[in-house]
T-cell receptor
Framework: EDQVTQSPEALRLQEGESSSLNCSYTVSGLRGLFWYRQDPGKGPEFLFTLYSAGEEKEKERLKATLTKKESFLHITAPKPEDSATYLC??????????FGDGTTLTVKP | DGGITQSPKYLFRKEGQNVTLSCEQNLNHDAMYWYRQDPGQGLRLIYYSQIVNDFQKGDIAEGYSVSREKKESFPLTVTSAQKNPTAFYLCATGEGNYEQYFGPGTRLTVT
C-alpha cells in the first residue's frame, strides 16, 4: 500500500526566514510526485511534478527536490502570502494518487 | 473559460437523505476523481473514472455512488449508508500520470 507522510504538521516562520517541508513516501513504482498548495476553503492548486530522483523544480520562492525516499519543498525568504497548506501526493499507477495530510505553513510579517 | 465547476458550494441535508454533488469540467480531460477532506487531514479518494462509462472504487467508496455518462460530468451521490457524510468534497480532473486539477469544492453538512 502506498504511503505518504508529511512533516512537520504545522510550521510557523517569520517573514524572510527560509525553511523546508518534508514528504516521505513508500510506493511501488513511482510514476510521479506532486506538490500542491491549498488555501482555506478552496481546492488544491498544482505547484510541481517530479518524476525521478535528483530532479528539481523551482517557482518564485519555492523549490522542490526529489530523492528515492523523500521530497523537500524549500521555501526561501517566505512572505505572508505564502501561508497555506502544502500537500504532497504520489502516483504509482492507474492515474491514482495518494496524498499526505499536508503541512500548514504560517508566515508572520 | 476553462475549468472545473462544483455546485453548490455549501449543502445542508438531514440525516437519512441521499444527496448528489455536481462536478462539470471543460478541460477535455479523460480522468475525473472525487476526494473527501476532513479537517486537518489530506485528501482521501472516493471514486475515480478514467473513461466514460467506467469508474473504479477508491479507498473509501462505501456509502457513495457515481456515474460517468458524459466526459464532462462526474456526479457523486452521498447515500444514507455513509456514516459520517459531513466533509469537504473535492472533484478533480487529470490526464494519465500527470498532475490533477481541482474544483472549488462542496462543503456538505448533514444533521
Amino acid at each position: 500500500e502506498d504511503q505518504v507522510t508529511q512533516s512537520p504538521e504545522a510550521l510557523r516562520l517569520q517573514e524572510g526566514e527560509s525553511s523546508s517541508l518534508n514528504c516521505s513516501y513508500t510506493v511501488s513504482g513511482l510514476r510521479g510526485l506532486f506538490w500542491y498548495r491549498q488555501d482555506p476553503g478552496k481546492g488544491p492548486e498544482f505547484l510541481f511534478t517530479l518524476y525521478s530522483a535528483g530532479e528539481e523544480k523551482e517557482k518564485e520562492r519555492l523549490k522542490a527536490t526529489l530523492t528515492k525516499k523523500e521530497s523537500f519543498l524549500h521555501i526561501t525568504a517566505p512572505k505572508p502570502e505564502d501561508s497555506a497548506t502544502y500537500l504532497c501526493a504520489v502516483q504509482a499507477g492507474a492515474g491514482k494518487s495518494t496524498f499526505g495530510d499536508g503541512t500548514t505553513l504560517t508566515v508572520k510579517p | 473559460d476553462g475549468g472545473i465547476t462544483q455546485s453548490p458550494k455549501y449543502l445542508f441535508r438531514k440525516e437519512g437523505q441521499n444527496v448528489t454533488l455536481s462536478c462539470e469540467q471543460n478541460l477535455n480531460h479523460d480522468a475525473m476523481y472525487w476526494y473527501r477532506q476532513d479537517p486537518g487531514q489530506g485528501l482521501r479518494l472516493i471514486y475515480y473514472s478514467q473513461i466514460v462509462n467506467d469508474f473504479q472504487k477508491g479507498d473509501i467508496a462505501e456509502g457513495y455512488s457515481v456515474s460517468r455518462e458524459k466526459k464532462e460530468s462526474f456526479p457523486l451521490t452521498v447515500t444514507s449508508a455513509q456514516k459520517n457524510p459531513t466533509a469537504f468534497y473535492l472533484c478533480a480532473t487529470g490526464e494519465g500520470n500527470y498532475e490533477q486539477y481541482f474544483g472549488p469544492g462542496t462543503r456538505l453538512t448533514v444533521t
